[in-house]
């Protein structure tokens, strides 16, 4: 079947513009994670949904990151007033519930210039 | 605060060879310890994972280490191959309870096999 899909590819922004981010998970995961790669570095974790219980918000740097997610389908970050620390690589994945294995999309790049 | 430290940060290895990528963690809750390969412009992909009730996971050309009294993992690619040629990260997570499972991972490992 279709694995996790993210939308757009590449995303160039002025500093201080707002952007959203896309992510439609695997169908019938209920487990999605939004995560940051900086440049020659690992994955951040930002951001948990399961279900519909209340987001593991822990990992999102500043009041500026907010996510949403509708059921257990389509999510959108959501990234106000972008800075040019926000560059980076922004990926999701999803999780069926009882399973530890992750399954990534290929990524947002964000650019603020 | 890293809580999972990844070493080296590149390797080159000859085709053939053994190419071997180690981590090392703090949070001794961490329970399940994934690695994952990163392909140029893709996103990551579980390779192989273990948890710390046993010492040695293998998968092909695949193994996993693990020392839990030393709070060490590692990965040995046997056979290396050009097509290897990936970026490599460790990770670890925690079953919260809440099922989060949400992975810390290391910083990466370049490897190139060259032929």
């Known amino acids: 079947g279709a694995g996790v899909s993210q939308s757009p590819s590449n995303k160039v922004t002025e500093k201080g513009k707002d952007v959203e981010l896309r992510c439609d998970p695997i169908s019938g995961h209920t487990a999605l994670y939004w995560y940051r790669q900086r440049l020659g570095q690992g994955l951040e974790f930002l951001i948990y949904?399961?279900?519909?219980?209340?987001?593991?918000k822990s990992g999102l740097p500043s009041d500026r990151f907010s996510a949403e997610r509708t059921g257990e389908s389509v999510s959108t970050l959501t990234i106000q007033r972008t800075q040019q620390e926000d560059s980076a690589v922004y990926l999701c994945?999803?999780?069926?519930?009882?399973?530890?294995?992750?399954?990534f999309g290929p990524g947002t790049r964000l650019t603020v210039l | 605060q890293q809580q999972v430290k990844q070493s080296p940060q590149s390797l080159i290895v000859q085709k053939g060879g053994i190419s071997i990528i180690n981590c090392a963690y703090e949070n001794t809750a961490f329970d399940y310890f994934p690695w994952y390969q990163q392909f140029p412009g893709k996103g990551p992909a579980l390779l192989i994972a273990i948890r710390p009730d046993v010492s040695e996971k293998k998968e092909g050309r695949f193994t996993i280490s693990f020392n839990k009294s030393a709070k060490q993992f590692s990965l040995h690619i046997m056979d290396s191959q050009p097509g290897d040629s990936a970026t490599y990260f460790c990770a670890a997570s925690i079953d919260s309870g809440a099922g989060s499972y949400q992975l810390t991972f290391g910083k990466g490992t370049k490897l190139s096999v060259i032929p």
């Open positions: 994945a999803s999780s069926s519930q009882t399973g530890n294995e992750q399954f």
């Open positions: 949904f399961q279900g519909n219980s209340a987001p593991d």
